[in-house]
């Protein structure tokens, strides 16, 4: 690989990891407000999931991945770990009063 070309990749390669942080920082802040979600949920006896609000979300972000030219079914496999992930956290919240860390 020449010069120009290896350049070219570091550059690129450095974009990337810009955007991973990111991502990184957007995932805590999202977090941070899926955990006082649950942190209300428990305290009003509402359940840690909500169906009807995921089916909607898929939907919205499906449009968004597309409108983005990303592939919808990624864009919803993604969204679909997260929210596993954030009902897992507001049924510890519900039974423990707190989600438990280093996991």
């Known amino acids: ?6 350049a070219e990749l570091g550059s690129l390669r450095k974009s990337i990891d810009n955007i991973d942080a990111a991502l990184v920082h957007l995932l805590a802040e ?3 407000c899926t955990q006082s979600v649950g942190r209300l949920k428990a ?7 909500d169906p009807e ?3 909607v979300q898929i939907a919205r972000l499906r449009s968004l991945a597309e409108e983005a030219e990303l592939d919808p079914a990624f864009a919803e496999k993604f969204l ?6 954030v009902i897992h956290h507001h049924e510890q919240i519900a039974s423990t ?5 280093g996991e």
Not at 97 to 101: D, E, V, W
């Open 80 to 85: 679909t770990f997260i929210v596993a992930e």
């Open 53 to 55: 609000r995921e089916r």
């Open 97 to 101: 009063g707190s989600i438990a860390t």
């Open 30 to 32: 999202r977090f941070k």
């Open 1 to 6: 690989m020449d010069d120009a070309a290896l």
């Open 43 to 49: 305290v009003t006896g509402l359940p840690a999931s």
